[in-house]
């Protein structure tokens, strides 16, 4: 049912910002957090943390389109070209790519908590 609903939210058929995305994210994650805290499953929230991140790295990633423009972006957020070129390489495979560690270089949790994206785990 979560899961659920953060798939429409993220859904990357939707045309809408990063920003926007972390802001519906915002309005519903905290009530979901506070109805199942009651439950001492810490490492359940930091999966779903993961996961929440991974498909908003995908959603960026599939709003970049072409190669050249990721690659382009991925320089700019400090990839060496060697890792930013073999990202680009596979454009079309955002969910894959989404999940490599150094797109976590390029797009850091830091930059969804500056969004305002909730972390479930504390």
């Known amino acids: 049912m ?3 609903r953060v798939r ?5 058929m939707r045309g809408r910002s990063l ?3 972390c802001q519906d994210l915002r309005a519903y994650l905290p009530g979901w ?5 009651l439950l001492e ?5 930091r999966e779903l943390d993961r996961w929440i991140r991974h498909r908003l790295r995908a ?14 972006e991925l320089r700019a957020r400090g990839l060496s070209p060697r890792d930013a070129r073999r990202v680009a390489g596979n454009a079309s495979r955002w969910w894959h790519n989404s999940g490599m560690r150094l797109i976590g270089v390029a797009l850091p949790n830091k930059l969804f ?6 972390r479930l785990a504390t």
């Open 2 to 4: 979560m899961k659920d």
């Open 8 to 12: 429409h939210m993220t859904s990357r």
């Open 19 to 21: 920003a926007q995305v």
């Open 33 to 37: 957090k506070k109805y199942f805290q």
């Open 41 to 45: 499953f810490p490492s359940v929230f």
């Open 59 to 72: 959603l960026q990633l599939k709003q970049w389109v072409r190669g050249v423009t990721i690659f382009r």
């Open 113 to 118: 908590d500056e969004l305002g994206l909730p």
